[in-house]
C-alpha cells in the first residue's frame, strides 16, 4: 500500500512541475507579444523588418543603419595614416558619420552620394557648369594615336608595353585607351583649357593610386631649395613626395622672412583642392600618402647621395636628410615615427621632351632680399606699366595671374616668383599653379601685399568675382566646402581649423578690394571683366 501511494506521489508531483513549467514558458511568451513595437530587440535583416511591419523612419531601422554606417566606416579607414585612425576611434558617432558622408561623397563612386554636400550642390551651381569652348585637336597637348595599347607582360613584371599593331577595339571589347593607366590618361586629357574637366570620372582612381600604389623608385629630385623625392609606380607612373616638416597646429614665426620658410605638405594637399573649389583646376591632383621610410625610401633608392644621408636617431627613429639649399641636414633630418612619414604626393605633369612648359617670372615677384623692395612696392602705378608689356598687353593672361593671386591670398603664399605654361598653345591658355608648399604657414596673420597685382589692376574675371561672392555665402561657404573635400584624403585632418576659418576672413578681404574697385570705377566692366561670353 505505501509503495502504491509514494508512486502516486511521484507521478503527480511531475505532473505539477511539468505544468508549471509549460505556464511559465505562455506567459513570458505573452508578456514578450505585448510589448511596444519600438522596444523590440533590433533585427536588422528585411525578413524581420516586413514581418515586424516597421517603416523606414522607425527608431529599429534607424538604430540598423547607424550600425552599417560605423561598419562601413571602420572598413572605409582601414587604410588611413596613423593620426587619423587614433582620432577615428575617439571621435563621436557625429563627426565620424559626418567624415564618411564627404568619404562617399569623393570616392570611386562604388557606395553612391551622400545627401546633404555642400561640395555637390556648389558643382551643380550654373556657375559651375559654364560650358568651356569646343576643344579641338590643336587644342589637345597629345595627339593620341588611337591604334596605340598598353598592356603588361605575361610575365608579371609590371612593365608596360606599347604595341602599335594593336586593334582599335581589344578582344575583350575595350578601346586602346581604356587600357592607358590613370596617370597616361590625365596627360592625355590636358587641353588649352584646362588641366582637367570639372567632373572627372578619374579623379578618385588618380588620387587612389598616388596613396596606394606600390613605389619601386625613390630619387631625390635636382634642384630646389627643399628636400623632395620622386617616386615611381610599376605602371611607370611617377610623383613629386614632399615630406612633413611642420605639425598641423605650428604657424610661421613672424620673424621669418617668406624665402625661408618650410615648404609644408600638408599646404600642397590642401591647394589642389581649394583650386578645385575655385574652378580653376590648375593644379595637378595631390594626394596625402604615410610613407614608410625603410622599405619604400632607403632600401629601394639608386641616388648614393640620398642614400648616405640615412640614419637612426637617439630615440630609435629612421631619418635622412638628403641634399638641397636648405634645411639638408642633421639638425633638420626627416624622421619617421618610427619609419612612417607623412607627405604629399602630387602627380607629375607629362615630361618637358613631350610636352615643353614655358617659365614665366611673375611681374610681381619678390625681391627675395632682406632689404631690398621690389619695383610693384614703391610704384602705386605698376599695373599701367605691365599692361604694356607681352604677354599681359593682350589676352587673358594679366586676368589669369590675377586669378593666381586670389589662390595665392587664400593661402597665404607669398612665394610666387614663376609661373609656367605649356608652350604648344602660347599665350592663349592657363597657367599651371605649382609648387603650393609655402602655402597656409599663417592663419594669424593676412598679408595683403599678395594682393597687390589685384589692388594695382583693379581687374578681375567676372566668372571668379561671381564664384567668390557664391562661397561667401552660408550655403557654399569656403570652409566648410575645402573641409568636406580634405576629409576624403588618407591624412585628414589635412588642415588646423583657424586655417579654414581663415580663409572665410580672406576671402571677405579680396571681395571688400573689388567692391572698392568698383566704387572708383565709371563703369563695372572697366573692373569686372566679362569672360562668360567667350565661353558659351
Known amino acids: 500500500m505505501r509503495c502504491r501511494l509514494k508512486t502516486l506521489f511521484q507521478r503527480k508531483f511531475k505532473d505539477s512541475l511539468l505544468f508549471l513549467l509549460l505556464l511559465a514558458l505562455l506567459v513570458h511568451l505573452a508578456m514578450d507579444l505585448s510589448l511596444p513595437t519600438a522596444h523590440r530587440p533590433c533585427g536588422c535583416d528585411a525578413k524581420a523588418a516586413k514581418g515586424s511591419e516597421i517603416t523606414s523612419g522607425s527608431a529599429v531601422l534607424a538604430g540598423c543603419k547607424k550600425l552599417s554606417l560605423r561598419i562601413l566606416q571602420d572598413f572605409s579607414g582601414s587604410n588611413s595614416s596613423l593620426e587619423k585612425s587614433s582620432q577615428l576611434q575617439g571621435a563621436g558617432p557625429q563627426a565620424r558619420d559626418g567624415e564618411l558622408g564627404a568619404q562617399l561623397q569623393h570616392g570611386d563612386g562604388s557606395l553612391g552620394k551622400t545627401k546633404g554636400s555642400k561640395l555637390a550642390s556648389l558643382f551643380k551651381h550654373p556657375l559651375y557648369n559654364i560650358p568651356i569652348p569646343e576643344v579641338t585637336e590643336k587644342d589637345k597637348l597629345f595627339v593620341v594615336n588611337p591604334m596605340e595599347k598598353f598592356s603588361l607582360h605575361s610575365s608579371g613584371s609590371d612593365e608596360w608595353v606599347s604595341s602599335s599593331k594593336a586593334e582599335t577595339l581589344l578582344p575583350t571589347g575595350k578601346t586602346a585607351y581604356d587600357t592607358y593607366p590613370a596617370w597616361l590618361k590625365f596627360h592625355v586629357g590636358i587641353n588649352r583649357y584646362e588641366l582637367y574637366p570639372r567632373r572627372d570620372p578619374l579623379m578618385p582612381i588618380l588620387l587612389r593610386d598616388l596613396a596606394t600604389q606600390r613605389i619601386v623608385s625613390s630619387v631625390q629630385k635636382t634642384g630646389g631649395t627643399q628636400l623632395k623625392l620622386i617616386m615611381t609606380f610599376p605602371n611607370y607612373g611617377q610623383a613629386l613626395f614632399k615630406p612633413m616638416k611642420q605639425t598641423r597646429d605650428q604657424e610661421t614665426p613672424a620673424d621669418f622672412f617668406y624665402f625661408s620658410d618650410f615648404e609644408r605638405h600638408n599646404a600642397e594637399i590642401a591647394a589642389f583642392h581649394l583650386d578645385r573649389i575655385l574652378d580653376f583646376r590648375r593644379i595637378p591632383p595631390v594626394s596625402g600618402r604615410l610613407v614608410n621610410i625603410t622599405k619604400e625610401i632607403r632600401d629601394i633608392t639608386t641616388d648614393k647621395k640620398l642614400a648616405k644621408t640615412f640614419f637612426i636617431s637617439p630615440a630609435g627613429n629612421v631619418c635622412f636628410y638628403g641634399e638641397c639649399s636648405y634645411y639638408c641636414s642633421t639638425e633638420h633630418a626627416l624622421c619617421g615615427k618610427p619609419d612612417q612619414l607623412e607627405g604629399s604626393m602630387a602627380t607629375l605633369l607629362p615630361d618637358k621632351t613631350l610636352a615643353k612648359r614655358r617659365s614665366w617670372r611673375s611681374p610681381w615677384r619678390r625681391s627675395y632680399h632682406k632689404s631690398k623692395k621690389a619695383e610693384w612696392e614703391l610704384n602705386p602705378n605698376y599695373c599701367a606699366q605691365v599692361r604694356e608689356t607681352p604677354p599681359y598687353d593682350r589676352g587673358h593672361r594679366l586676368l589669369d595671374l590675377i586669378d593666381l593671386t586670389v589662390l595665392d591670398f587664400l593661402m597665404g603664399n607669398m612665394d610666387r616668383h614663376h609661373y609656367e605654361t605649356f608652350e604648344k598653345f602660347g599665350n592663349d591658355t592657363f597657367l599651371l599653379h605649382l609648387d603650393n608648399g609655402r602655402g597656409f604657414g599663417t ?90 561670353r567667350s565661353r558659351v
Open 443 to 532: 592663419h594669424s596673420r593676412d598679408e595683403m601685399s599678395i594682393l597687390a597685382p589685384l589692388q594695382q589692376c583693379c581687374s578681375i574675371k567676372k566668372s571668379t568675382y561671381l564664384r567668390l561672392q557664391l562661397l561667401a555665402t552660408q550655403p557654399y561657404r569656403l570652409s566648410d566646402l575645402l573641409r568636406e573635400a580634405l576629409a576624403t584624403d588618407p591624412l585628414a585632418p589635412v588642415l588646423a581649423e583657424p586655417h579654414l576659418w581663415a580663409l572665410d576672413r580672406r576671402l571677405g578681404k579680396v571681395l571688400a578690394v573689388v567692391e572698392h574697385c568698383l566704387a572708383g570705377a565709371a563703369q563695372p566692366d572697366e573692373v569686372l571683366v566679362n569672360d562668360l
